[in-house]
């Protein structure tokens, strides 16, 4: 099964940035579009970006658009996450997602070919 871990959360105040990595020691990820999902106490899981597998293509939520950048290195196996002027609302768990087909992960299906992790906990807080 296709397993993720996700690293990068933290706590920072309004307005700094963090920058959250996804990756996977027994796949290359290269083949596969992925997608950064959030959860908020209390709420449902939500989309925030997808990356397709070649990189050359990105979509983003509208609560994020400007201020979050989603990238890929291939040579790291990596996809990163890059927040800036982070706001209250965007503290939430955060978990990447893989998917064979990118009109999948651009749509945000809640069903991605890999496992759902651990996420990694991001908090913006004064």
């Known amino acids: 099964q296709l397993q993720l871990v996700e690293s990068g959360g933290g706590l920072v105040q309004p307005g700094e940035s963090l920058r959250l990595s996804c990756t996977n020691s027994?796949?290359?990820?290269?083949?596969?579009?992925i997608g950064w999902f959030r959860q908020a106490p209390g709420k449902e899981r939500e989309g925030v970006s997808c990356?397709?597998?070649?990189?050359?293509?990105?979509t983003y939520a509208d609560s994020v658009k400007g201020r979050f950048t989603i990238s890929r290195d291939s040579a790291k196996n990596t996809v990163y996450l890059q927040m800036n002027s982070l706001k209250f609302e965007d503290t939430a768990v955060y978990y990447c997602?893989?998917?064979?087909?990118?009109?999948?992960?651009?749509?945000?299906?809640?069903?991605?070919?890999?496992?759902w992790g651990q996420g990694t906990p991001v908090t913006v807080s004064s």
């Open positions: 990356i397709s597998s070649s990189g050359g293509v990105t």
């Open positions: 997602a893989a998917y064979a087909v990118f009109g999948r992960c651009a749509t945000f299906s809640p069903i991605p070919r890999s496992n």
């Open positions: 027994g796949f290359t990820l290269g083949g596969y579009a």
